[in-house]
């Protein structure tokens, strides 16, 4: 995520990551910075997208795998591949 918001920073977007990624005892207010830079440079919506494509690729093989798993097994790996990339922060 931040290696994405990196690539595409301008010059101010550069020197608040630069600052603030990995300070320590960082404040709300400058992780606040950092989180817009991600959001402001299109790194979180490109991770979210790269994140969906796993996820459906890792369904698909679950789908056509032909392991001696019961129904309620195959459902818990779905779930769980859903909520991995549901949640919010």
């Known amino acids: 995520l931040i290696l994405e918001a990196r690539k595409k920073a301008?010059?101010?977007q550069a020197k608040t990551l630069n600052q603030l990624?990995?300070?320590k005892n960082i404040t709300e207010e400058e992780s606040e910075r950092v989180k817009r830079v991600v959001v402001d440079t299109g790194a979180l919506?490109?991770?979210k997208k790269m994140s969906r494509s796993f996820?459906?690729?890792a369904q698909?093989?679950?789908?056509s795998w032909n392991a001696d798993w019961k129904e309620q097994d195959t459902r818990f790996f779905w779930a769980v591949s859903e909520a991995a990339i549901s949640r919010e922060y």
Request: aromatic share 6%.
């Open 60 to 63: 698909t093989a679950l789908e």
């Open 55 to 57: 996820v459906d690729q």
């Open 21 to 23: 990624v990995g300070k």
């Open 10 to 12: 301008n010059e101010e």
């Open 45 to 47: 919506l490109y991770v």
